[in-house]
Structures are given as C-alpha cells and as structure tokens.
C-alpha cells in the first residue's frame, strides 16, 4: 500500500521547523540567552514545489507514479520535483472541482492512490523478469495475455493485436546509444518519428510504425542490446500511454546479480499432462512435476507422481477414482515438419482461464541423437501438450528451462523439444501402463498439472 499521509508529513515537518525558531523563557535582570534557529518560509511564501520537496523520497516516487497512472503526468519517475510534476497535481486538482493548490490534502491523496491502484488492477499491472534476457520490466498482463518467447527475448500481445509488447536481445561489437537509435529509426521500414531522445546509456524513439504508435527504449551493455518496444492502436492511446510511462521507468534491462543459469524454481508451477489411459495415467514433462509438494490436476483432483524417465524427461503420473476420461492413442509416427500442439496455457497468459488450446510450432533435427526441436517454442504451460501430425500422435512437447542472461546465440533445442511416440510408448510400457488405443482428440486428453513447491 502506498503512503496516503503526505501532506501530514509535510504539516508535522513544518510544526517542528516552527518550534525550533521559538527561543527558552528568560527570568527577570537575565541576560537573554542566544539560540540557534532554523528559519523557515512562511506558508504564504512557501511553493508546491518546496511542499514537495519536504516529502521522503519515496512517497515523491509513489505521487508521480499515480499520478502517471491517472493521466496527468507524462514525465521521469524519479522523484525529483519539477514544474511538470506540480502541474500534474494541480490538473488532477482541478479534474476533481477541488482549488489548484499544487499541494494534495489528505484526502486528495487518498483518493489518488485509490484510482490509480484500480487503473493497475484494471491491466493486471505486474512486475515480471523475463528468464531469457534476465531484465526486469512491468507487464500490463491482462492486456496483453498472450506471451511467446525464443532465445531472442519474449513478445506479449493481446488477443486481437491491439497492443503489442516486445523485449528483443542481440549481440553487436562495438554498440552506441547513437548508432542503434539510428538504426532502429529506419527498422522497420516506415517508422515515422515524432520523439526522440538519446543519451550515453539509454536511447527513446516514439511515433507511428503504420497504423499503430509505438515506444521504444534502448540500451547496451557490452556487445549485448536490449531494446523494449511498446505498439499500439491509437485507439488505446488513453489506456495504454498511462502503462507506456510506467514500463519506461520500470524498464531494467541488466539488473544487478543476474546469472547465467536455469530461473528458480516457481512456488507454483502449471504444465499440461496427456490421459493415456482411461484408468488415469497421465503422462507429463518431468520438471513440471519435480519436487513438488503436491500435485493436482485441474478438474480432477490430487495425483501421484508414479515413475519418471530422465533421459527422456517424462513423467507418469496416476489419478485415482477418477470416472470419465479421455485417453489419447500414443501410436503414431514421428513428426517430420510441422506439428499442432494441443495443451493449457499458464493461466497468466489465458487471463486466469484454463481452456485447452492449440499452436503450431514446425520441427527440425538437432544433435546426432534424433531429437527434434520446435519452433517457434509454445508459451508458458505447454509443456507436457501433445504434438499431432496429419492427424496421428507425433509426440509430448517438453519446454527447458531458459537461461538467464544465457548467450544470445543459444539453440532452439535449450527452448522445447519434442519426444518422439516411440519413447513415450517406450516409457509407459517400462511403467507397467497398458496402453488402449485412445481416441484422436488432443484437446480432450489435454488435463492441467499444478505442481505445488516450498
């Protein structure tokens, strides 16, 4: 919860700066004594400005934030004060019929927290650090649901298009802020510039990519670029400029102590199983249900984690009294060139819903082994879907952990991969799973794995 008593502050600051001034009663023939005070302005003299600046640094921080989210501030959020920053308050002032004073009362203030924290509420405003790149950004996540990513960075979107969030990474020998705003400006082809800004270690470009505006901020450290861009239709200019400012200054492309390596384990982990079998044998990736304290699925109940193969990186699971279900017939072919994988998104990306879904991914061979990696890779909760060609199974999509702040030219086989039908039926057979011939329907076998961890 953010501070809502800023102009009390202000009011006991003030109150203790007077006190200060006042001087110790004298007794009668004394000599007064000489104390030292500390002059203040008169509050007829003293500005918006100078109320702000008495404020902590903090709650400056958190009143240009909410202001930005209400609309009327488009600057920094620093917490420096600034012309800008007073014409703000007295705006929001002004907006509510209240006098333009430039200074909030309490219940001003209140009221601005309040409709700013519902404006986030409204777009699902989160901060989220992207495993790929390792930087730390805001994310508008109901707006935009939907999230694919590559060793290349991530891109949110909504589900029509409207809005459009992506977080690129690259390698370039011998970067400058100067010269990637000068490429940037011409890539892609069209791009009409109406803003731009460029410093030693960070760059701003805005204006219109065809139809849609869009934001752009950049930077470098060493060879590696990373650069987030922000497009939209201008029909959500009002919905979407207030997020713009707050994912500028929430942009950290190097966070400190960022290391290469897998993330951390989430506390709560979501995959996708496939039903095997119509007595409850569910087959999924093995690190979705690796050291979980409980696993549950979707709809269904509490399952057992049973056996797991980890040179194939599957896992069985057993659901028990489970009446009804639809298992998948495993026989197949392996997949030759593209495939259509049936699975349940994270709920983040569904906006909190749990439907089964299908993408399209192609496969291509990597290594000596046989294995085949797809791309581009499914989202986050794909892993463990089904993969169907021409109509037969062609395998069990597994997702491996990204690196953080990995190296930029990392394979598409560190992303997904996908297990052949022979080493699914394979690894059943081992775990004692009579396999009946199953039905074809992907998305009726596809069930919800909710791993639970510490």
Sequence with gaps: ???????????????????????????????????????????????????????????????????????????????????RMVAAI????????????????????????ETARRRQDNVGWRIVTEPTTGARLGIPSKLVPQLASDANGAKWTSPTGTVQIVLARRKEAGPTTAKLAEREKREPAGRQIDYSVVKPDFFVLSGLQGLKKFYLRGTFKGDEVRILTILYDQAMENTVEPVVIAMSSAFNPFPSGAQAGPPPRKTVDYGTGIVVSDDGAVVTDREIADGCLAITI????????????????????????????KPLGVAGHSAKAAVELSGIADPQSQGGGAAASSVKASVSPVGAGGDLALSPPPGPGFSGAAAIEDGQFAGIALLKPALVAGPANATPSAQAVLVSPDGVQEFLKASGVTVSAGGTDAKAAAVRVICVRK
Excluded: C
Excluded at 96 to 106: A, D, E
């Design 1 to 83: 919860m953010r501070p809502r008593f800023a102009a009390t502050l202000i009011f006991v600051a003030a109150a203790s700066s007077a006190q200060a001034q006042m001087t110790a009663p004298t007794t009668a023939g004394a000599r007064p004594k000489t104390v030292a005070t500390v002059p203040v302005k008169p509050p007829a003299t003293q500005t918006p400005a100078d109320t702000a600046n008495a404020m902590a640094q903090a709650e400056r921080l958190a009143l240009q934030s909410d202001l930005a989210w209400v609309g009327q501030y488009n600057g920094a959020i620093s917490g420096d004060v600034s012309e």
């Design 90 to 113: 007295k705006e929001f002032q002004k907006e509510r019929g209240g006098k333009p004073t430039g200074v909030l009362n309490p219940q001003e203030r209140s009221v601005l927290a």
């Design 298 to 325: 979707g709809g269904l109940g509490q399952a057992e984690r049973v056996a797991d193969d980890r040179e194939r990186g599957l896992a069985l699971l057993r659901i028990y009294g489970a009446h009804g279900l």
